[in-house]
């Protein structure tokens, strides 16, 4: 799983997902006590982008991920609610490579700060090939609205978006839901969330950082994610 989807080079927060990061199948168990078929939510492919010109026929396949996240800084648990990402990968010329598609998440109410909300956008990198120390990482930024904030205001921006790196969870082991289509479900933690003050909030700005805790380092915050992935051959 690994796209090169416009590097950027980052700072700060070890965030989702979101994803957010895909667990390769081969990776992939049935284990006891699967969720059944009824129990999916509705997976689109509309968003999964096209293989390169160059990509070795028959190689390429859309992923689409749907996820349910939470962030807690220090004690304080903001739900993210849920994510969608889908990116394409496969071989070009014999070599692994990825495109990624899209990043969707709908402004959420931000606990600790009445009538403000949170939206994850993307920030310019994924990669989402997993490894023995990762299961993927990805660049985001957080876009905060208030009516009494500014409309720039962020938690990352896009030229200095949150990196995300994320770990399996042990909590939640990667299953097969279903082979047909290629469905699975697992959950992936990042322990280590370093997350910035505020910017571009106007005078308001310190108020957020204060009822969030920010700046807040590494260590002191965790990033939730569980998720739905399934395969679609391109």
């Known amino acids: 799983m690994s796209a090169p989807g416009g590097a950027s080079k980052l700072t700060g927060m070890k965030l989702l997902a979101l994803g957010v990061a895909a667990v390769a199948v081969a990776a992939l168990g049935v ?3 699967t969720a059944s078929a009824d129990e999916l ?25 749907i996820s349910q996240g939470k962030l807690t800084i220090h004690d304080r648990e903001v739900p993210l609610g849920e994510m969608r990402l889908t990116f394409s990968e496969g071989k070009v010329n014999g070599q692994y490579a990825q495109v990624f598609g ?3 998440h709908e402004p959420v109410r931000l606990p600790g700060v009445p009538g403000a909300t949170i939206q994850l956008r993307y920030g310019g990198y994924s990669d989402f090939l997993s490894t023995a120390e990762r299961r ?3 660049d985001v930024y ?37 082979d047909n289509p290629r469905t699975a479900y697992f959950g992936v933690v990042d322990p280590d969330v370093a997350l910035p003050a505020t910017t571009g909030c106007g005078p308001l700005g310190k108020l957020v950082d204060h009822r969030l805790g920010l700046p807040s ?10 998720t739905y992935v399934q395969y679609k051959p391109l």
Request: aromatic share 6%; net charge negative.
């Open 31 to 33: 284990a006891p006590g």
């Open 41 to 65: 939510p509705a997976f689109d492919f509309t968003d999964c982008p096209a293989p390169p010109a160059n990509a070795d026929p028959g190689t390429w396949r859309c992923e689409a991920f």
């Open 102 to 104: 899209t990043l969707r």
């Open 136 to 138: 993927g990482a990805l």
């Open 142 to 178: 957080a876009v905060v609205q208030h009516p009494l904030l500014r409309k720039n205001c962020r938690i990352g921006t896009p030229a200095e978006p949150l990196h995300t790196i994320v770990h399996d969870d042990p909590a939640v082991p990667p299953r097969v839901i279903s």
């Open 217 to 226: 380092p590494a260590g002191e915050n965790t990033f939730h994610q569980t």
